[in-house]
């Protein structure tokens, strides 16, 4: 077993040790880990998609997805060990002892129940929780900062924000009074106020009931101002383990530091750099070092020998060559060209104002996006941003107004518009999960545009969606796979993809990266920005992440209620903006809290 302090104190809340899990080939997909918790302390567990983070959290329900099954180790709460439960005892356990808050709380509560029904099975289920049931949710949802006596017990989950639904699930996570919280992704999607939020509730309230917190995330930002150690996740395995401090200012393993070198800065335009290669799929961990074929640092050693934990500068790192890489000089991002001077325009929107049934989404919103450049459209969850973007692709026809794309009208709707012109606009969705046909597989699903628009000879057509395939950084051998067979990350990519495969003139991206790791979402980005160059691309990017628009956009547009409160350069935008709603937002931006040296300072290994 590996740990930092060897005795188990009385104190520990959560003991991991020696976990492994493996496929039902035999193959582990999750191997030696361990690491403990204390009441009141929440850890971080990051890395990139596939990495094995939510397979861990799961097992520390005493769960394992389909296909999987947990081999050996051991995962004590309280000295109690989960894993030598019966079914029945199991049972208990998950919601009384530890609960689990999942990253999509639209699908984790029951549409067709009022919240209080909701959150009073729940209580149900482990009466020894509350003696007062109703005083006991009011409580929580005070905690949560949410108004009990606002009538919210009385709503479904859809007339809830995502905000307020996230929330909910933490309230109901803590009503129960358990000892252990596992947080899968809870702040993905998440606007910047509303993320800020949800945290603040997070740590809040761990702090006040004693409750040990393991915290999944591929937000690095976010987890460095919240967690108070960090595990490190790579292939299965934990690759560097210590405080949040001494991790993210000096990181020793190659692989930390290139996810911190990918984490994009608020403070400064930078190019951002994910670490090279692809991670191994779970279950296919080369011989060596699992990370040597993307390491900068990778000897012929490297390839032949399975590195062990060494204790260094107070943290567990799993390098052959941690004394080599501890302390490296880490280069310096490059500065983003400066935006366009053109003043025509590719496309303009005048007065518009959308709808849904009788209610006004839009008001009176006028965006102009020059050729070959990138405008992001930035608010809080509500405020429009996504309900722009589907009047300009068409999928919402409630609106007036004037569209135009260069001298082309745009009329409300898909079915109105011609063939060229849809092709001219594709659009990336926000959830890979949904957004792709889960019966077709990544070949079908890249040529479907190609034979709906016909724009592409047959004898092409192949070579075209094998080349926009590995332009996303992913290789052919994913073209049989169906959706279900992989991570989020990688439905995202095939997302993009699909978009990329007709050859677009404007790209519209509905929060493309917020599924996405830092590394991946930094080779999304600089994928993105090359495009735009080569192919002359225009982009509108929709986002939450207020750090990302100034590695991505040159111009920004922020909404606020339907109304676009603050226009402009991206720089003018970020260092003076004029608006207060645009100075909260910008406020509310997490940011690396223990990054050494200036901003731009962090690069991948070479």
Known sequence: MTTLESPTTAATRIEVADLQIRLAGGADVVDEVSFRVEPGEILGLVGESGSGKTTVALALLGYARRGLHISGGQVRIDGRDLLGLPASALRDVRGGTVAYVPQDPAAALNPTLRIGRQMREALAAHPAAAEDPDARIAQVLLDAKLDPGSGILRKYPHQLSGGQQQRVAIAMAFACRSKVIVLDEPTTGLDVSTQRHVLETVRNLCQSYGVAAVYVSHDLAVVSGLVSQVAVMYAGRLIELGSTERVFSAPIHPYTQGLLAAVPSPDQAETLIGVPGQPPRPGRRPTGCSFAPRCGHATERCTTEDPTPVTLDARLVRCLHATETAGSVLRGGNVVAPQTTRSDALLTVTGLDAHYGRFQVLRHVDVTVAPQTCTAVVGESGSGKTTLARCIVGLHANWTGQMRLEDTDLPAGTRRR?????????????????????????????????????????????????????????????????????????????????????????????????????????????????????????????????????????NAIVLSDGHVVEAGPVEQIMEHPKDPYTVRLIQDVPKLAHRHGPAGTWASTP
């Open 418 to 554: 011609d063939r060229h012109t849809l092709e001219r606009v594709q659009y990336i969705f926000q959830n890979p999960y949904t957004s792709l046909n889960p019966r077709k597989t990544i070949r079908q699903i890249l040529h479907q545009p190609l034979d709906h628009f016909h724009t592409v000879p047959a004898a092409q057509r192949a070579e075209r969606v094998t080349r926009v395939l590995q332009d996303v950084s992913l290789g052919p051998d994913f073209l049989d796979r169906y959706p279900d067979q992989l991570s989020g990350g990688e439905r995202q990519r095939v997302a993009i993809a699909r978009a990329l495969v007709v050859e677009p003139t404007l790209l519209v991206c509905d929060e493309v990266t917020s599924a996405l790791d830092v590394s991946v979402q930094a080779v999304i980005v600089e994928l993105l920005r090359r495009l735009q160059h080569e192919r002359h691309l225009t982009m509108l990017f929709i986002t939450h992440n207020l750090a990302l628009v100034r590695s991505i956009a040159q």
